[in-house]
């Protein structure tokens, strides 16, 4: 079955090249702001859902030059963010460095918990159910044209502690000018020079990076149908 990582994270890319399975990429671009009224539980859950309604949505604008004549696909999409210790507060990634120097004090000399959710979506190519505008669908798609949609899925949420040692503000300051902390779910990459300011973790290192390894592929395996197993 084709295995498409809808995802532009480089560190994903990596960590799921590491295990030799065979996938593409594909892209998505979503709307990441989290609610104030969200828990981390429903912020996380909306966001793999989200990415993976756009990424059916891609697939189908795009299906007859990318999808070598696939019929059907398993979508992995997948989010990371930072949790403080009241359970209750998100750490995203930073708007500026004036975002990034307040979750940092809030992290600094205590623990907080990396999340990262993966949902696995399994979709197939069917005909357009008569007068259907659902998500991952063309709205002007012609009834029999066939387009791509969900059949199953199924997400994980696997959960890492991390403690900080006590960081001043010569640290953030060097740390911020590095570059390093934009693009990065409370700003730092343990894959990084944020390593620095790690003083130790509980649980699994590759979910801190942004993909749990093997419990990713364990989800892979438990959502491959069994014909597709057999297979191979």
């Given at each position: 079955?084709?295995?498409?990582?809808?995802?532009?994270?480089?560190?994903?890319?990596?960590?799921?090249?590491?295990?030799?399975?065979?996938?593409?990429i594909?892209?998505?671009?979503?709307?990441?702001?989290?609610?104030?009224?969200?828990s981390?539980?429903?912020?996380?859950?909306?966001?793999?859902?989200?990415?993976?309604?756009?990424?059916?949505?891609?697939?189908?604008?795009?299906?007859?030059?990318?999808?070598?004549?696939?019929?059907?696909?398993?979508?992995?999409?997948?989010?990371?963010?930072?949790?403080?210790?009241?359970?209750?507060?998100?750490?995203?990634?930073?708007?500026?460095?004036?975002?990034?120097?307040?979750?940092?004090?809030?992290?600094?000399?205590?623990?907080?918990?990396?999340w990262?959710?993966?949902?696995?979506?399994?979709?197939?190519?069917?005909?357009?159910?008569?007068?259907?505008?659902?998500?991952?669908?063309?709205?002007?798609?012609?009834?029999?044209?066939?387009?791509?949609?969900i059949?199953?899925?199924?997400?994980?949420?696997?959960?890492?502690?991390?403690?900080?040692?006590?960081?001043?503000?010569?640290?953030?300051?060097?740390?911020?000018?590095?570059?390093?902390?934009?693009?990065?779910?409370?700003?730092?990459?343990?894959?990084?020079?944020?390593?620095?300011?790690?003083?130790?973790?509980?649980?699994?290192?590759?979910?801190?990076?942004?993909?749990?390894?093997?419990?990713?592929?364990?989800?892979?395996?438990?959502?491959?149908?069994?014909?597709?197993?057999?297979?191979?």
């Amino acid at each position: 079955m084709k295995v498409i990582l809808a995802s532009g994270s480089p560190r994903r890319r990596e960590l799921l090249a590491r295990t030799k399975l065979d996938f593409t990429i594909l892209s998505v671009d979503v709307n990441e702001t989290w609610h104030n009224d969200e828990s981390p539980t429903d912020y996380i859950e909306r966001m793999v859902a989200t990415k993976a309604n756009a990424a059916i949505q891609q697939l189908n604008q795009t299906m007859d030059s990318d999808q070598d004549g696939a019929t059907s696909c398993m979508i992995l999409t997948s989010d990371t963010i930072g949790v403080l210790a009241d359970g209750k507060t998100v750490l995203v990634k930073p708007t500026n460095r004036e975002h990034a120097y307040t979750m940092w004090q809030q992290m600094s000399d205590t623990e907080h918990e990396v999340w990262t959710a993966v949902q696995a979506t399994l979709v197939d190519l069917k005909p357009r159910a008569s007068g259907s505008t659902s998500e991952g669908t063309l709205d002007n798609a012609s009834k029999c044209d066939p387009v791509f949609q969900i059949i199953d899925q199924q997400h994980i949420l696997e959960r890492t502690s991390v403690t900080f040692i006590a960081l001043t503000q010569a640290m953030m300051s060097d740390y911020w000018d590095s570059g390093e902390p934009a693009d990065k779910a409370g700003g730092y990459g343990i894959q990084g020079l944020g390593a620095a300011w790690v003083s130790r973790i509980n649980g699994s290192y590759t979910n801190v990076v942004g993909l749990p390894l093997a419990q990713t592929l364990a989800l892979i395996k438990n959502m491959t149908p069994d014909s597709e197993k057999s297979a191979h």
